[in-house]
């Protein structure tokens, strides 16, 4: 792995942003699943398998949505929110990069996961002439998601104690950066909308976060069923299986339903919730694969 790169957002710190001002965004360039991996993953069944695949066939094309949307907002931000920047797109390069590795384990298992793929590049069709700050606005939805999903990936080990440790160690790694970068999208669209009341700000990303939320699962759950039935599993079985698991055990959308709803406060900002502890507990595992190249 190469030495990490940090950018030093404390030294170029301006403006009033919740967003710590000792921050640090590390670009951990690390690879992952370049060797075979077991088709079903997760704990050796097929639920959590077909979530995170699903998912992670989404990443790609999405990732390069998120950068080129916060991208198109960075003339005249301050030097803290424009090293920010740099960072995240850094970051999800590299998120990109693991994630087509990871579809290509998935695809060599013997998944069919273009039909997913393809959705997904018909829907950014559709917002090659939407205003930009409108998918800035999506954007900064889904990057609450991630960060949600992030947080309680890392916070609670449940979610991948049974899973293949490579597929583990590349999720944590994920989450990790997603967590770290969480509040950029959000200090963009800020940034973008400074001439904005706050009402309009308010109203604009609430009304977002709605569509965004609605599209989100119902296109997870019907990429994920067809998944499941590539797995010979169907009917009530495929939607009790893929609702437990989401719900119940180890029920990732429950769990992360109260910083769900708190995006629709009002003065809302992903850092109101500092979780740097999470990141701490990463590197302190993995302190090893951190150490800068001699």
């Known amino acids: 792995m190469n030495a990490p790169t940090k950018f030093d957002l404390a030294a170029a710190t301006h403006g009033n942003s919740p967003t710590p001002a000792d921050l640090e965004l590390v670009i951990r360039d690390e690879r992952f699943n370049r060797d075979t991996t077991p088709r079903r993953w997760w704990a050796g069944e097929p639920f959590g398998t077909a979530w995170h695949n699903a998912?992670?066939?989404t990443f790609?094309?999405?990732?390069?949505?998120?950068?080129?949307?916060v991208k198109a907002h960075r003339d005249g931000a301050p030097p803290k929110l424009a090293a920010e920047i740099r960072a995240f797109v850094k970051q999800e390069i590299n998120h990109t990069r693991e994630h087509i590795a990871f579809n290509r384990l998935a695809e060599d298992a013997g998944y069919d996961i273009k039909a997913i793929d393809k959705r997904v590049e018909e829907m950014l069709l559709l917002t090659k002439d939407r205003p930009a700050i409108a998918n800035l606005a999506v954007t900064m939805a889904l990057e609450h998601y991630t960060a949600m999903m992030a947080h309680e990936f890392l916070a609670n080990p449940q979610h991948f104690a049974q899973?293949?440790?490579e597929v583990r160690d590349m999720w944590r790694w994920h989450s990790v950066e997603e967590v770290e970068h969480k509040g950029v999208a959000y200090d963009t669209w800020l940034h973008a909308t400074r001439d904005w009341t706050a009402w309009k700000r308010w109203k604009v990303r609430?009304?977002?976060m709605l569509t965004v939320t609605t599209r989100f699962f119902?296109?997870?759950w019907i990429d994920s069923m067809n998944l499941l039935e590539q797995d010979g599993i169907t009917g009530w079985k495929a939607?009790?299986?893929?609702f437990k698991y989401l719900t119940v055990s180890?029920?990732?959308v429950r769990r992360i339903f109260p910083a769900w709803l708190a995006y629709f406060k009002p003065g809302f900002h992903p850092w109101d919730h500092d979780d740097r502890e999470l990141i701490g507990?990463?590197?302190g595992e993995f302190e090893a694969a951190l150490m800068p190249a001699e």
């Open 55 to 57: 998912l992670s066939a």
């Open 60 to 69: 790609p094309r999405g990732e390069a949505f998120f950068i080129e949307a």
């Open 163 to 165: 899973a293949d440790p």
């Open 206 to 208: 609430s009304l977002v």
């Open 218 to 220: 119902r296109n997870r």
């Open 239 to 242: 939607r009790w299986g893929l």
């Open 250 to 252: 180890p029920g990732v």
């Open 281 to 283: 507990k990463y590197e």
